[in-house]
């Protein structure tokens, strides 16, 4: 396992974090940007080989030049999983994600998402993630989605939190094996496991899904250039009155995907910017 680090301001950290976090394939398992100490950041990205971690320093370099990168070997240890320990609790609206230690004493009231620390993207922490819930809390005011689609579901968050919140099924994709169990992991974690599946797949191109759509809510936190690719195929598999969720998208990137989405009849009813990143609500006509 190797660990790449690199301090400096924020706004040299936070476009190397994006950068890191956002290629597709990225060659990080794990990665975290964090403030260490006043006026100052730190960027650790963990990696299982030596080419990864080249990998991932010739990005940062790439992006963020000013920056002086470190790589070092660490001995045998879960290192993805212990880079995330410790991460706050995140609430948004009725929900709040965290951790079964933080969750033991969280507030009454609040619907409860148990998300270990993992290697899964998901923990609420970023910006798209906590869009999101944000969103969702919005398509809760006035409807009750009974179908959801979770497309690059990660650990699951978004889905569990939908079911939690009243709908009867969810299932969610990933392209990613380790993503897929850990989601499915964390349904059996969150007492959802009868109502909610994860399958390897691309977008909602599944026998299952496809019989079982349209779905009254679908989530697509992924990246912007398939969010824009998928839209025919996620407008198909919404119900009439149903509502999706996008995120991954920088802001800058917003009005390419709202063209995309607008395009085929689609509602924007809420937008939410968190750190940079867009989350879209659409709503499809009746």
């Not at 790589?71 to 709040?96: H, K, M, Y």
């Not at 599946?197 to 989530?219: H, Q, S, W, Y």
């Not at 996008?246 to 009813?269: C, F, I």
């Amino acid at each position: 396992m190797y660990q790449i680090s690199a301090k400096g301001p924020r706004e040299a950290i936070e476009p190397a974090w994006d950068a890191l976090a956002w290629t597709d394939p990225s060659p990080a398992g794990a990665v975290d940007a964090k403030e260490d100490g006043r006026h100052a950041w730190r960027l650790d990205a963990y990696c299982e080989t030596a080419e990864e971690a080249d990998a991932c320093k010739a990005i940062v370099e790439e992006v963020s030049p000013q920056l002086n990168v470190v790589i070092e070997a660490l001995e045998d240890r879960d290192w993805v999983t212990l880079s995330l320990e410790g991460l706050p609790p995140v609430e948004a609206g009725r929900f709040i994600v965290a951790g079964s230690h933080v969750l033991a004493k969280s507030a009454p009231g609040k619907t409860p998402i148990l998300i270990e620390a993992g290697p899964a993207f998901g923990t609420g922490h970023h910006g798209t993630t906590l869009g999101c819930l944000i969103g969702l809390e919005h398509v809760l005011r006035s409807a009750r989605p009974q179908k959801v689609l979770d497309i690059g579901t990660g650990s699951g968050l978004l889905a569990i939190a939908a079911i939690k919140t009243g709908s009867k099924r969810a299932w969610g994709t990933e392209i990613d094996t380790d993503s897929v169990r850990v989601a499915n992991e964390n349904a059996a974690k969150n007492h959802v496991a009868n109502a909610f599946k994860t399958f390897e797949t691309g977008g909602g191109m599944n026998t299952t899904i496809r019989k079982d759509a349209p779905c009254d809510l679908v989530f697509a936190n992924i990246l912007f250039r398939p969010l824009v690719g998928l839209a025919p195929e996620i407008e198909r598999l919404t119900a009439p009155g149903g509502h999706i969720i996008l995120s991954g998208l920088l802001s800058p990137q917003e009005p390419l995907v709202r063209k995309a989405y607008g395009n085929r009849g689609l509602a924007l009813v809420k937008r939410v910017r968190r750190d940079g990143w867009s989350s879209l609500v659409f709503r499809k006509a009746d």
